[in-house]
Nanobody, 125 residues
Framework: QLQLVESGGGLVQSGGSLRLSCVGH????????ITWFRQAPGKEREGVSCISSKGGTRNYVDSVKGRFTISRDNAKNMVTLQMNSLKPEDTATYYC??????????????????WGQGTLVTVSS
């Protein structure tokens, strides 16, 4: 069965960059839309970005538009979230989640089948 593993989190100064990776194991990601979520201490989990199964559709929450870029390389079974111009309010644990969808992706879907373990991003002032 599918497992997802996130990596790439760490400590970075405001204005810096990080690249997060979500790698699938056991099953190809070719049929899965992937969404990145984040949860900060004391705050509700929110969808950050999603990408359709073939990469043709990408969505972003307003707060990260122009700063974050989601992409995928199905040959590597991997989805990447490039985060630039990071702000302290981006501090959170970031998770990727998978959902079988043919053509689109849905922010904050309630039907995700698999979740990763999360990777912590800390942005200092």
């Amino acid at each position: 069965q599918l497992q997802l593993v996130e990596s790439g989190g760490g400590l970075v100064q405001s204005g810096g960059s990080l690249r997060l990776s979500c790698v699938g194991h056991g099953v190809t990601l070719d049929y899965y839309a992937i969404t990145w979520f984040r949860q900060a201490p004391g705050k509700e989990r929110e969808g950050v970005s999603c990408i359709s199964s073939k990469g043709g559709t990408r969505n972003y929450v307003d707060s990260v538009k122009g700063r974050f870029t989601i992409s995928r390389d199905n040959a590597k079974n991997m989805v990447t979230l490039q985060m630039n111009s990071l702000k302290p309010e981006d501090t959170a644990t970031y998770y990727c989640a998978a959902e079988v969808r043919s053509f689109d992706c849905v922010m904050n879907s309630k039907s995700f089948e698999v979740w990763g373990q999360g990777t912590l991003v800390t942005v200092s002032s």
